[in-house]
Every structure is written in structure tokens, then in C-alpha cells.
């Protein structure tokens, strides 16, 4: 469904991904780790369509399509959705508006018409129950006022929304405490399906026995320098990066 | 003094026995004041501090007809108006250009003692009440253009509240421009709130002709010592419309205002919104918004003068200015020197979506005494980047997503109405406005 072949970007004429491989198949959960400044957002950043990013080289093909051909918004009808690491506060959006909209720009995708009042907020019901994410906050402007683990539990909020094929997670672990997480992993978990994969992008081994990966990557300088399967996790917890430093002649 | 001046002081000199014949007396006495006043000042222009981005002296400029004889305009509101605030359940009044619409069937339901209607007949039938308070406090000695109105005025709107009367239901004003030719209408406003008085007060500006028109108005607003007054006013001109206006508030004791302006659409506008605090524990709200594009040009000036101790002033306005549109906002507040325990807050902040928009933003503070509490601030800024990118990753559009975040960044400003049909009324068209649907006067069924 995914295949990132040789993918370069810059910011500001710096160069960030620098040669980045990947390939993700229907149904597979893969994990992302690395040091800070490795790239990380960079690449979910890059395959969300923000255009802060440059991209110099290389392709990115999302069933089928040019996914770098197509507008940020295009490529969420299409089926993909990232998780930020830092969602953004928007005062006086709310987030019954927000979803509104988004649903409603999906649908029209596809053909369909806006979807009811009644329909959409037994939708919002019930994916707000997916993350426990309370009603009070359903009701405030977007992310506005949120706490660090409400910002992120509406993220995976927004995922069960919006249904997408293909999740980008990133850091959706960090800043949360171990009930948080719980809860997190338990709604990603029970959004996952035969069809549709996951990208998690993480520093912590706790996350990932929650939702458990099928490969760990580690994405080091711009490139995708190891992969290997769950227990590469395990190793990088236990010894950290520098074993793959010197590996790499560093 | 130019050309442009010449031509309305030969117009007085020819015909003021013509402007004065169906006028009360009292307005022609002080018409008679304020000629050789604006003789001497003469149109504001952009050499003026307080006029610098505004040459109003050239709003002047073209030929306008004027209605010296008070001929009749052919319309009835009544029936070919639809106002984009309906529904609130008003009683609803109208000027056709600068003279107010009577219609005998329709006698709206006030309370005891109060008097609307038209100041050239209020100001014959109560004149002891009308010269109290008529061209009190409007500053003929400093603006030209307000000397330039109450020279050339006829007639307008007086809305008196008696002494704890309070009126429940909204009063709402349609100011309605219409005419074959370009046009020149001089309107006026008296407002007077006695102690312990309240009302709500809606005035909605609407061009139902595609002429040129050019509106002056000067409003005088007395809130007397425990009195609550509401004062909205929504702008809805065609492109081709400017509007001059000077409004003059005078609070009393433990009096509460919420002065609000919205410039929803617009061609050129300059509003000046003087307020004085001349009685302790005064509240004033003075709040606004202009929404413009194409070359569109919003000037508000603001004067907020706590005069004595202990009042509390807010101000809040912003701007979305898209385009070529041009924004002004300067917030000037005084604080005398015995004005202790004075609080005044100032903010006005601003989107500039394109590079060709321009604002332009002063606060002005002026402080003389020691125990005050005061801010104020000014941002001009573009739409936030992020916040776009976070929508749009939602699979919401690029204009969509614009439209949500300078929909939110009015927020605010819609929160502060104190009448909840108008907010979400003023909701609506907020939207429809940002999403091009208000490119004109969408209130007059005669010019869809
Ligand atoms: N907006 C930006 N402007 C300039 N540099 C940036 C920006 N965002 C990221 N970078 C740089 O890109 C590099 C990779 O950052 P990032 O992708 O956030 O790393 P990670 O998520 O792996 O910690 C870092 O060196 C960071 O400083
Ligand atoms: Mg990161």
C-alpha cells in the first residue's frame, strides 16, 4: 500500500531524509525509532503533504497513486492520517465543526452526500468512546486548553473518525502515563484490521507491547539504517543507538 | 480651504434658507453655529494625525445630489426591504437616506414615556427635551466633518428613555441608501438613556442602489447614572458607499455601555467612536470587527477619556483583511489626572491574508494618574500555518480551512454581543461573508 523509495527532503535548504526506503503491505504494524532530530516527524510531515518541507528526491507511491503529487487534504480522503507528535490549538474551531467538516470533505470524496445531524453525532458518540475521550472536550475548540494526554487521545479520536487506511503515529506514546496509553493503544488496537496499517513512531518499548509491531525499523540521519522484527525494539531499549552507530562505522 | 470645501459653502450660502425652511428651529440654530466652524476647519485631511491613512477631504470630492427639499424617495421599506437581522423580534424603524420613514399604520409598542422617531419632528414637539441634549456633545470645534454634518442635517433618529424605564425588546434602525443619481445623505442620531434607563439599540446599514453614495452621520448617546445601553451597528454597504461617522457617548454614574461596530461589507468607512466617562464606576464595552476585501477601507478611531475615578473600559477590535483591503484602528485612551483606580483594557488584533492587505494599528495611551491598571496590544499577523496544515491533514480544503480559522479569529468579537438572536444571526453572516456569499447588499430584495 506504501512504498517510499529513496526519499529526500529539505527544510529551509537543509536536507533531512536523505535516501529514506520503506515499504508497508495492508494489515502490518510497523515501528520507527530513533535519536532525536533523526527525522522522524520530518517523514510524517513529508508523507502528510506539509509544505514547510521540500522534497528533492525520490517517490512515494499510496495505493497506487503519486502520493506526492496530491494536496495534504487529498491525501487524507485518500486514507491517510497522522497522529502529530505536536497537534495544534485552534481557538474558536470547535471540534464538532471540525469533525463535521473533515467527515463531510471525506464523504464528499466518495461521492456522498453530508452526512445527518442525528447520524453524525452518534458517530461522535461513539468513536468519542473508542479513546474514553470525555463530552466536555468534544465541545471545546480544538485542542484548546487540552491537556498533553487529551491532545493526543483526540488524535486517535480523529483516527477512529475518519477511518483511515494507513495511521501514522507519532510519539502518540510520549507525555502519557501508563492509563492513557492503556487507553491509546486499546483504540488503535481495536481500529486495526486486514485492510488497513499502521506507522509507529516511538522512543519506548512500552508502547509497542501494546501494539504490537510486525517490524521495527531505525531511522538514523535521514535514512532508514536497520530493520528487524520485534525484538529489535527490545535490543535498542536495552542497549541504545550507539551499537548501530559504530555498525554503521560511526 | 480647496475646491472640494467651496462647493458646499457656495451650496449654503445660495440655499440655506431652502435647508432651513422645513427644519425645527433648534436644528437650524445650531447649523448656524457650525457653518463658520467648518468654514475654518474644513474637511479632515491625512496631514491631520488623527486622519493620517483617511483623506476624508476627498471623499468629498465628487458631485453628489442632496436632498435640500425633502422630496419624498420613492420606496416603502416596508415592503421592498428584507433586513439580513430578521427575526429578532424588534421594533423596527427606518431611514430612507438622511429622512425617517413614517408609516402611520405601523405604531410600534414602547413603553410609557418613550420617545422614536424623527428628530425634525421630536425636536418640534419636545424641544425643551430635544435642546438639552442636541449638538451637546458632538465636537464641531474639532472635526470638520462633524461641523460639515450638523451644518447640513435635516433630520435623523431620536430615541428617548425616561427615567427607569427599561425596554425590553430590541429597537432596531434600518439605514436604508437609495438613488438614481450619486447621492449625499447627512443622517443624525440622539440617544438619550435618563438614570436608571435601559435599552438595546440595532442600527443596520444597507445600499439598495448601485450609485455612489457618501454617508455622514453623527451620533450623540447620553446613558445617564445607572443606565444600560446597548448600541450595535452593522455595516452592510454596497462597495460603492462611504461612510463618515462621528459617534459622541456620555456615560453617567455606575453606567454600563457595549458600544459594538461590525463593517461586514463595505466601501470606504471612517467611524469615530468618542466615549467619555464622566460619572464613577462607569463601564464601557467598546467593541468591533471589520471583515474587507478588494479595496475596501475600514478606519476606526477610538477615544475612551476616563474622566473621573474608579471606571473600567474594554476594547477589542479586529480586522480580516483579504485583497487590497485597507485597515485602520487607532485606540486612544485618556486618564486624567484624577482618574485613579481607572482600569482600561485595549486589544486589537488583525489577519492580513494577503501581502497586498494593509493594516495600519496605533493604541494611544495618555496617563496622568498613578493607581490605574491599563494594557493594551496589537498584533497584525497571517493565518497560522500550522493550523491550516492540521486541518487540511484532516481532508479539509485549503479555502475551507482558511475560512474556519478567520471565522474562529471573530470569535471573540460575536461573543461579546449581549443579545443572543443577534449573535447568531451575526454567526451566519459572518460565514456567508468569508465565504463570498455578502459580496453585495444581500438585504435589499430589490438589487439580487
Ligand atoms: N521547522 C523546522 N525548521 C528547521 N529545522 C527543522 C524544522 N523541523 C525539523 N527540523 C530539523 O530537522 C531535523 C529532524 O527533525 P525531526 O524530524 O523533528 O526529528 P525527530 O522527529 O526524529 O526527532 C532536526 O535537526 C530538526 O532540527
Ligand atoms: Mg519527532
Known amino acids: 500500500m506504501l512504498e517510499i523509495k529513496n526519499l529526500h527532503a529539505n527544510i529551509n535548504g537543509k536536507e533531512i531524509l536523505r535516501g529514506l526506503n520503506l515499504t508497508v503491505r495492508p494489515g502490518e504494524v510497523h515501528a520507527i525509532m530513533g535519536p532525536n532530530g533523526a527525522g522522524k516527524s520530518t517523514l510524517s510531515s513529508v508523507l502528510a503533504g506539509n509544505p514547510v518541507f521540500d522534497v528533492t528526491e525520490g517517490s512515494v507511491n499510496f495505493y497506487g497513486k503519486d502520493l506526492l503529487a496530491l494536496s495534504p487534504e487529498d491525501r487524507s480522503r485518500e486514507g491517510l492520517f497522522l497522529s502529530f507528535q505536536y497537534p495544534v490549538e485552534i481557538p474558536g474551531v470547535s471540534m464538532v465543526n471540525f469533525m463535521r467538516a473533515a467527515i463531510n470533505e471525506h464523504r464528499k470524496y466518495k461521492g456522498l452526500d453530508p452526512i445527518s445531524a442525528t447520524d453524525f453525532l452518534k458517530l461522535m458518540r461513539e468513536k468519542r468512546d473508542v479513546v474514553e475521550l470525555d463530552n466536555k472536550l468534544a465541545n471545546r475548540s480544538v485542542n484548546e486548553g487540552f491537556s498533553g494526554g487529551e491532545k493526543k487521545r483526540n488524535e486517535i479520536f480523529q483516527m477512529a473518525m475518519l477511518e483511515p487506511r494507513l495511521s501514522i503515529l507519532d510519539e502518540t506514546d510520549s507525555g502519557l502515563d501508563i492509563d492513557a496509553l492503556r487507553i491509546v493503544s486499546n483504540g488503535v488496537n481495536k481500529l486495526k484490521s486486514a485492510d488497513n496499517a499502521t506507522i509507529v513512531i516511538t522512543h519506548y518499548q512500552r508502547l509497542l507491547d501494546y501494539i504490537k509491531p510486525d517490524f521495527v525499523h531505525v531511522l538514523y540521519k535521514g535514512q532508514i539504517v536497520k530493520s528487524a522484527g520485534p525484538e529489535l525494539a527490545l535490543e535498542l531499549e536495552e542497549k541504545g543507538y550507539d551499537w548501530i552507530k559504530k555498525e554503521l562505522g560511526e | ?448
Open chain 2, 1 to 448: 480651504m480647496t475646491q472640494i470645501e467651496k462647493q458646499y459653502i457656495d451650496l449654503y450660502n445660495a440655499h440655506h434658507g431652502l435647508i432651513e425652511k422645513p427644519c425645527a428651529a433648534l436644528l437650524n440654530e445650531a447649523r448656524q453655529k457650525a457653518f463658520p466652524l467648518f468654514e475654518a476647519l474644513g474637511f479632515p485631511v491625512k496631514s491631520n494625525e488623527d486622519y493620517k491613512y483617511t483623506q476624508v477631504q476627498d471623499y468629498f470630492a465628487p458631485d453628489y445630489g442632496l436632498n435640500l427639499n425633502r422630496l419624498p424617495i420613492p420606496v416603502n421599506p416596508y415592503e421592498v426591504f428584507r433586513c439580513d437581522v430578521p427575526n429578532l423580534s424588534t421594533v423596527l424603524y427606518f431611514m430612507v437616506n438622511d429622512s425617517f420613514y413614517q408609516k402611520e399604520s405601523v405604531k410600534p409598542v414602547l413603553p410609557e414615556g418613550v420617545i422614536a422617531g424623527s428628530l425634525n419632528e421630536i425636536a418640534q414637539s419636545h424641544p425643551e427635551l430635544i435642546s438639552k441634549y442636541y449638538n451637546q456633545i458632538a465636537n464641531n470645534e474639532k472635526d470638520g466633518s462633524v461641523a460639515f454634518n450638523t451644518t447640513f442635517v435635516q433630520d435623523g433618529f431620536v430615541l428617548y428613555v425616561p427615567k427607569n424605564v427599561i425596554v425590553e425588546r430590541p429597537i432596531q434602525l434600518v439605514n436604508i441608501l437609495r438613488g438614481d443619481v450619486d447621492f449625499m445623505v447627512n443622517r443624525r442620531l440622539l440617544i438619550i438613556l435618563e438614570d436608571g434607563a435601559q435599552a438595546k439599540l440595532l442600527i443596520c446599514d444597507h445600499t439598495m442602489d448601485k450609485v455612489n453614495f457618501l454617508a455622514t452621520q453623527v451620533a450623540e448617546i447620553f446613558v445617564g447614572d445607572n443606565a444600560v445601553f446597548d448600541y450595535y451597528e452593522l455595516e452592510e454597504n454596497s462597495t460603492n458607499t462611504t461612510r463618515v461617522a462621528s459617534t459622541y457617548v456620555s456615560q453617567g454614574k455606575n453606567s454600563n455601555t457595549l458600544i459594538n461596530g461590525i463593517t461586514l461589507h463595505n466601501g470606504k468607512t471612517r467611524n469615530n467612536i468618542h466615549v467619555t466617562l464622566s460619572g464613577e464606576y462607569a463601564e464601557a464595552n467598546v467593541i468591533g470587527m471589520a471583515i474587507a476585501d478588494q479595496e475596501q477601507h475600514v478606519d476606526n478611531h477610538t477615544y475612551i477619556d476616563h474622566a473621573v475615578p474608579n471606571c473600567h473600559s474594554n476594547e477589542l477590535y479586529k480586522y480580516v483583511l483579504n485583497d487590497s483591503a485597507t485597515g485602520v484602528f487607532a485606540g486612544r485612551i485618556l486618564v486624567r489626572k484624577d482618574a485613579q483606580k481607572t482600569t482600561a483594557f485595549q486589544s486589537n488584533k488583525n489577519i492580513c491574508a494577503t501581502r497586498e492587505a494593509k493594516m495600519y494599528t496605533k493604541p494611544q495611551l495618555e496617563i496622568y494618574a498613578d493607581d490605574v491598571k491599563c494594557s493594551h496590544g496589537a498584533t497584525v499577523g497571517q493565518l497560522d500555518e500550522n493550523a491550516l496544515f492540521y486541518l487540511r491533514s484532516r481532508g479539509i480544503s485549503a479555502p475551507e480551512a482558511r475560512m474556519l480559522l478567520m471565522f474562529a479569529f471573530t470569535h471573540d468579537v460575536i461573543e461579546n454581543i449581549r443579545l443572543e438572536s443577534l449573535k447568531d444571526r451575526l454567526k451566519h453572516l459572518v460565514e456567508k461573508r468569508f465565504r463570498g456569499e455578502l459580496s453585495k447588499c444581500s438585504g435589499c430584495s430589490v438589487c439580487q
